[in-house]
């Protein structure tokens, strides 16, 4: 009985000291996480991943980290699909990574333009401005100041493997859309299919739509997006909006997209691409150079998405769109500003473009594209015949959500052409 | 009785004689060992979280706010915009159908498991841990592989190809009717392994002696278990069905983790379209709006269930 009440006593005397060594032991371990983790040059960077393969900003990582040994960088890789709802989240909470990958524009969570808006970014210094492709200041400068560092531009069209293809009896590309549709069903009978859609994530069946639509809107109406900030134009009077989504069913119809195309996740595109049983998909092409280093043995290039008939022009989609931005509450904030002044000289320049498969922002009209994977859509580059992303100046999340939403029930039987068209509009306008 | 050797607690608290500490006053009940403002740090921590948390994010359903920056006081255009929106009004109708659904499918389903498990059997532990062990595991986990298993390469689709039924093969999480009954599948999987413990419980309290006699007086296997049975189950039947019904309400992992709302806001209900506005669209304030709905809506469902729980327990 005595040895009970003694050790229950004890007990009692322990609880309250060993309850504050181990808050303070929580409470001093993220606290020198940050100042001690390799000295004060140290910082994290966080970005967004759709696989598993080696992402562009780690091999950036490690070479810096190779250049300056004193540095650490801590990789925070988070998924592609819930990147900007984190991110934001993060940002909020105070706890986001000192360095974080934005993008160029407004028209996601992501967006650099909306986060700055919010005092979430902290104002980046005059090395980066030689980052900025001209014409796309407003993408990332808020009232005069730059606040994100565009790391490249991005080409979004069809990332294509011409082994596939080759084995499909597919030689050249299709130019219209009758030889797409022929070289739908070649690749059909071949026992693949000519695309490959992750129906189910809102980025892939958002950016199909965006492909499509450069060449059945933009083509023609390069400054549709202003038109329809002044209110001259609505998606749902649109024909060219409504040829786009009338062309993704057509494809759908045709059996350009794999079996269960509505359903898919972006798994169904990394293994039918590396595994060569699809043909295409519609992304940045920069991703290309990611699966060619998981699937040495096809050979992925980029091509356009062919425009509706062979008098219409070809039309491609790039813009700056990865940036890296400073977390205005960093405690780390010298290191990461060195860190980008690394990244803005000039032998870094083409370094991220390099390894990431994005074209250079500077000099694109002189650039010989010929020996590159961008080889098929060299000239639509060098004559400028591309537009920005459509919702990079789309003035909420919403439109884009309400489009992607759209492809998938176009696909499923749940919409129609004109019941997305309107549901993007009364988005637009809330 | 007053010559027993001193208590262990009295040892403790009261200080030996001759000391000139005034031995403190006794207090009645639980309180002897302790003063109620012990219970102040708990007190307001579940204030803070709780409460307090909960009431600022309701306010900001009266606000435009977008999750970051600033914000404008709206009153109560947020919920007009929800009544007026028919793909709020079909997830309202999705949350309803989750929740009933699930009710209904796992209590049935956990009643009928734990009557089988309630008689001597030498597999009567072993089943009883393998049906509750779904409910253990993580939701978000397994709905992950039901995804796998599901999805349109999957097993299901290559089992129903291997016996001829090739044609039934579909996107199941992609298909605008089957996706919700599927979700709902994955759901009721989860949950019979709960309401089966909580019945197998109830039914340990029912007498045998009247079950007993009336099998002699010749009742058959069904009038026992509507006459005698059920009755006795009663505050089990209520406590699982409002468990049930609080928690089916609230359903979010497995539906995130098979569709994302998916296809097409097919399945999409309250509490992931209140995810969806708050967090992905950067529509704070209207997500605050259908969480504050979908709290009201909890709220009703649980004060109905008492009401009705109570009355019950009154009549017997």
């Known amino acids: 009985m005595t040895q009970q009440r003694r050790v229950t006593r004890i007990a009692g005397l322990l609880v309250l000291p060993v309850t504050a060594a181990l808050a303070l032991a929580g409470c001093s371990s993220t606290g020198s996480g940050d100042a001690s983790g390799g000295g004060s040059n140290s910082f994290s960077l966080t970005y967004a991943t759709s696989n598993n393969i080696e992402s562009p900003f780690e091999a950036l990582a490690k070479k810096y980290m190779t250049a300056n040994p004193d540095v650490t960088i801590t990789l925070n890789p988070q998924p592609n699909d819930t990147y900007g709802d984190t991110l934001r989240t993060q940002l909020q909470a105070g706890n986001a990574s000192d360095v974080i990958e934005t993008e160029a524009g407004s028209g996601q969570t992501r967006s650099v333009l909306p986060l700055a808006k919010a005092k979430f970014l902290e104002p980046l210094g005059d090395a980066v401005k030689a980052m900025i492709p001209s014409g796309s200041e407003s993408l990332v400068t808020l009232d005069g100041t730059v606040y994100g560092a565009p790391l490249g531009i991005s080409y979004a069209g069809l990332i294509y493997n011409e082994a596939a293809a080759s084995a499909a009896g597919i030689t050249s590309f299709a130019k219209t859309e009758n030889e797409l549709l022929s070289q739908c069903a070649q690749a059909t009978s071949a026992g693949k299919t000519l695309f490959v859609l992750a129906g189910a994530t809102v980025p892939n069946a958002g950016i199909t739509a965006s492909i499509i639509a450069a060449t059945r809107v933009y083509a023609e109406t390069p400054d549709w997006n202003q038109q329809r900030l002044d209110g001259k134009v609505t998606f749902a009077a649109s024909p060219g909006w409504k040829n786009t989504l009338e062309t993704v069913k057509k494809l759908y119809d045709a059996g350009c997209f794999q079996a269960g195309a509505e359903g898919a996740g972006f798994d169904a595109i990394t293994n039918g691409l590396t595994s060569g049983t699809n043909i295409s998909f519609f992304g940045p092409v920069s991703n290309a150079s990611q699966l060619q280093s998981a699937a040495p043995e096809q050979k992925f290039v980029a091509q356009a998405f062919p425009p509706a008939t062979s008098s219409d022009k070809a039309f491609g989609v790039a813009s700056p769109t990865y940036s890296l931005s400073i977390n205005a509450a960093s405690p780390n904030k010298d290191a990461a500003n060195k860190f980008l002044a690394w990244v803005a000289e000039p032998e870094q320049a083409g370094l991220f473009a390099e390894v990431s498969g994005l074209l250079p922002t500077t000099g694109l009209s002189t650039m010989d594209l010929s020996t590159t994977i961008y080889a098929a859509v060299a000239d639509q580059i060098k004559n400028g015949d591309f537009t920005p992303l459509a919702n990079s100046d789309w003035p909420n999340a919403s439109v884009y959500d309400a489009l992607a939403t759209g492809v998938q029930g176009l696909l499923t039987g749940q919409s129609t052409v004109e019941s997305v068209l309107a549901s993007m509009d009364t988005a637009w306008d809330q | ?316």
Do not use: C
């Open chain 2, 1 to 316: 009785m007053t010559a027993t050797l001193p208590s262990e607690t009295e040892a403790v608290i009261v200080p030996r004689r001759g000391g000139r500490r005034v031995r403190p006053p006794r207090r009645p009940g639980l309180l002897k060992f302790g003063y109620w403002w012990w219970a102040l740090p708990g007190i307001l921590m579940v204030l803070a979280i709780h409460y307090v948390a909960t009431t600022v994010g309701g306010f900001f359903a009266f606000t435009n706010w977008t999750g970051i920056g600033e914000f404008d006081f709206v009153g109560f255009d947020n919920f007009r915009k929800i009544l007026a929106d028919p793909t709020k009004i079909a997830a309202l109708g999705n949350t309803l159908f989750l929740a009933f659904g699930s009710v209904i499918l796992s209590n049935v389903a956990g009643l009928g498991i734990a009557i089988g498990l309630n008689r001597v059997m030498k597999t009567r532990y072993i089943l009883r841990t393998l049906f509750f062990m779904p409910v253990v595991l993580s939701p978000l986990a397994t709905s992950y592989i039901w995804k796998f298993i599901f999805q349109f390469d999957g097993p299901v689709n290559i089992l129903l190809r291997s016996v001829g039924l090739g044609e039934l093969a579909r996107p199941w999480l992609a298909d605008p009717t089957w996706a919700i009954w599927t979700v709902l599948i994955v759901v009721v999987w989860q949950n019979t392994g709960f309401a089966m413990v909580i019945y197998m419980a109830g039914l340990a309290s029912v007498p045998v002696e009247i079950e007993e006699a009336a099998a002699i007086d010749g009742a058959n296997l069904w009038q026992r278990f509507w006459h005698i049975t059920l009755p006795s189950i009663r505050p089990a039947i209520a406590i699982a069905t409002t468990l049930g019904l609080v928690n089916g309400l609230r359903i979010f992992d497995q539906i995130m983790a098979l569709t994302g709302g998916g296809p097409a806001n097919a399945t999409a209900t309250l509490a992931t379209e209140m995810y969806k506005q708050a967090f992905s669209l950067g529509n704070f304030g209207y997500g605050a709006a259908l969480a504050v709905l979908l709290t009201v809506i909890i709220l009703f469902f649980a004060v109905v269930q008492q009401r009705v729980g109570r009355g019950r327990n009154a009549e017997d």
